[in-house]
């Protein structure tokens, strides 16, 4: 196995860029498309339904608030209302499905209402819900928004249609009388011009198709302030996600801990308790031998017990060790950098570690055990389902963009690029368990708000990369 630390310069590992996401259907077909784009008229059908849903929502969004306002007096109704209150998470769901199917736009679902312990936490846990307000808002917000967007939409489409197949339908108006004496069949704009000559029926139709093509336009304008209102309104909050994103990592971490607890313990107990065990028996073999035989002991047999009982000792003692190791490596003490290059001279395949930067990095305790824990699962699993020749592992701190604020902050970069045959994937495990690897470690890295990013295509190579935010400098290490 080779190992080498770069402190200056770049790693020679080669690294990957992300692969892009598939983007949504854009919010607008082409130009010369749209009249005829299956968006458009998802659109127009969105406007519909927003139509029809607009009056049954504003009157329960405006019930809501003047029975709360009514009944705040007393204890028994406030509960009542917070139930009514509760009910428009419902409302919300629906303009959330709705705005997924017809109007394209991805929306996560808000974390689901908790009922909270005690008399008045739960009552303040049913009327504070932001995401039912945030919902009632919607609800009031858009009720002129789809009585105007529908009549404009459909006004233009209308004109349009009209003004294009003209020629045809106008035989059957009446004749109206011009001021001249003259009789006129077809469209009239003021009181002597008539759409009745070939010409003045061309020049109409080119005036509908144009109008037509702009149908689209003018609507999503309206879809376009839909799309806002559903973004900002009924998606979770900046600050419901981070608490989600907490619970589930605490939860991950606690069920972690759990396993390896457990993990340990049957180690105990299978491994090391049964050493124990026959050590102890051994010794009392040999004390059976001296007891029995003070007047003449058999000198080769007492050794052979007391040899194999040496033998189980010190089994017993590397079998502690590297127990003790898989809780917490030795060499993390000495840094990063140095229980890196100790995983890579214990792996079975030659790994190559380059760290950029290690040296006088503050890294808290529990970033450096989960980011040796990362790069030992990434190895063995080029080791074992890759088929790799060999792997490189490149770790430094490097400034990211935080998803959060868009600022750049510090952060603990870790690529793992093997030579491996490629199609490693984060997937749910199957039946037997398979495939949970990533996934696993995905939820491990959530405890101290990391990112996996996989890079793998068909036939290699692939490239891992770990992201653990830091805090600042001189702050509050986890």
């Given at each position: 196995?080779?190992?080498?630390?770069s402190?200056d310069?770049?790693?020679?590992?080669p690294?990957?860029?992300?692969?892009?996401?598939?983007?949504?259907?854009?919010?607008?077909?082409?130009?010369?498309?749209?009249?005829?784009?299956?968006?458009?008229?998802?659109g127009?059908?969105?406007?519909?339904?927003?139509?029809?849903?607009?009056?049954?929502?504003?009157?329960y969004?405006?019930?809501?608030?003047?029975?709360?306002?009514?009944?705040?007096v007393?204890v028994v109704?406030?509960?009542?209302?917070?139930?009514?209150?509760?009910?428009?998470?419902?409302?919300?769901?629906?303009?959330?499905?709705?705005?997924?199917?017809?109007?394209?736009?991805?929306i996560?679902?808000?974390?689901?209402?908790?009922?909270?312990?005690?008399?008045?936490?739960?009552?303040?846990?049913?009327?504070?819900d932001?995401?039912?307000?945030?919902?009632?808002?919607?609800?009031?917000?858009?009720?002129?928004?789809?009585?105007?967007?529908?009549?404009?939409?459909?006004?233009?489409?209308?004109?349009?249609?009209?003004?294009?197949?003209?020629?045809?339908?106008?035989?059957?108006?009446?004749?109206?009388?011009?001021?001249?004496?003259?009789?006129?069949?077809?469209?009239?704009?003021?009181?002597?011009?008539f759409?009745?000559?070939?010409?003045?029926?061309?020049?109409?139709?080119?005036?509908?198709?144009i109008?037509?093509?702009?149908?689209?336009?003018?609507?999503?304008?309206?879809?376009?302030?839909?799309?806002?209102?559903?973004?900002?309104?009924?998606?979770?909050?900046?600050?419901?996600?981070?608490?989600a994103?907490?619970?589930?990592?605490?939860?991950?971490?606690?069920?972690?801990?759990?396993?390896?607890?457990?993990?340990?313990?049957?180690?105990?107990?299978?491994g090391?308790?049964?050493?124990?065990?026959?050590?102890?028996?051994?010794?009392?073999?040999?004390r059976?031998?001296?007891?029995?035989?003070?007047?003449?002991?058999?000198?080769?047999?007492?050794?052979?017990?007391?040899?194999?009982?040496?033998?189980?000792?010190?089994?017993?003692?590397a079998?502690?060790?590297?127990?003790?190791?898989?809780?917490?490596?030795?060499?993390?003490?000495?840094?990063?950098?140095v229980?890196l290059?100790?995983?890579?001279?214990?792996?079975?395949?030659?790994?190559?570690v380059?760290?950029?930067?290690?040296?006088?990095?503050?890294?808290?305790?529990?970033?450096?055990?989960?980011?040796y824990?990362?790069v030992?699962?990434?190895?063995?699993?080029?080791?074992?389902?890759?088929?790799a020749?060999?792997?490189?592992?490149?770790?430094?701190?490097?400034?990211?963009?935080?998803?959060?604020?868009?600022?750049?902050?510090?952060?603990?970069?870790?690529r793992?690029?093997?030579?491996?045959?490629?199609?490693?994937?984060?997937?749910?495990?199957?039946a037997?368990?398979?495939?949970?690897?990533?996934?696993?470690?995905?939820?491990?890295?959530?405890?101290?708000?990391?990112?996996?990013?996989?890079?793998?295509?068909?036939g290699g190579p692939?490239?891992?990369t770990?992201t653990?935010?830091?805090?600042?400098?001189g702050?509050?290490?986890?």
């Open positions: 196995m080779t190992t080498m630390t402190t310069g770049p790693a020679p590992a690294a990957a860029a992300a692969p892009a996401r598939p983007a949504a259907w854009p919010a607008r077909p082409p130009f010369l498309l749209a009249p005829y784009d299956r968006r458009t008229w998802r127009y059908g969105f406007l519909w339904l927003a139509l029809l849903l607009a009056p049954f929502a504003f009157t969004a405006l019930f809501t608030v003047v029975f709360t306002a009514g009944v705040a007393t109704g406030l509960f009542v209302a917070g139930g009514v209150l509760l009910g428009a998470r419902g409302w919300g769901s629906m303009y959330r499905r709705m705005a997924v199917r017809y109007l394209g736009v991805e996560a679902e808000p974390a689901p209402h908790t009922p909270r312990r005690g008399f008045w936490r739960r009552l303040g846990g049913m009327l504070g932001a995401t039912a307000w945030r919902a009632l808002l919607y609800m009031v917000v858009t009720f002129p928004l789809a009585i105007v967007s529908f009549v404009v939409s459909t006004v233009v489409l209308a004109v349009a249609l009209g003004a294009v197949t003209h020629w045809f339908w106008s035989r059957w108006l009446p004749l109206q009388q011009a001021s001249d004496g003259s009789w006129h069949r077809g469209a009239s704009f003021g009181a002597d011009w759409v009745d000559t070939p010409v003045r029926q061309l020049a109409l139709v080119g005036a509908g198709i109008l037509l093509y702009l149908w689209p336009q003018v609507q999503a304008l309206f879809v376009g302030l839909f799309r806002l209102l559903a973004t900002g309104l009924l998606s979770p909050t900046r600050a419901s996600l981070r608490v994103y907490a619970e589930r990592a605490r939860a991950v971490t606690v069920e972690d801990a759990d396993a390896r607890l457990r993990r340990i313990e049957r180690d105990l107990h299978d090391t308790q049964a050493h124990l065990v026959a050590v102890a028996m051994q010794i009392g073999e040999a059976e031998l001296l007891r029995d035989g003070s007047d003449g002991v058999d000198v080769a047999e007492l050794a052979a017990v007391l040899d194999t009982a040496h033998t189980s000792t010190k089994d017993t003692l079998e502690l060790r590297e127990l003790a190791r898989g809780i917490r490596p030795p060499a993390l003490d000495a840094g990063l950098a229980a290059e100790t995983l890579a001279a214990r792996a079975a395949l030659p790994v190559r380059h760290a950029v930067g290690l040296d006088g990095a503050d890294l808290p305790p529990s970033v450096t055990a989960i980011s824990f990362a030992a699962e990434l190895v063995a699993n080029a080791t074992k389902h890759a088929r020749t060999g792997v490189d592992v490149v770790a430094g701190v490097e400034p990211v963009a935080d998803a959060t604020t868009g600022t750049a902050r510090r952060a603990l970069v870790l793992v690029h093997d030579d491996g045959e490629g199609g490693a994937g984060v997937r749910a495990p199957d037997s368990g398979r495939g949970s690897g990533l996934a696993g470690l995905t939820d491990r890295l959530s405890g101290v708000d990391g990112t996996l990013d996989v890079v793998s295509p068909a692939t490239v891992i770990v653990i935010p830091l805090p600042a400098p702050g509050a290490r986890r």
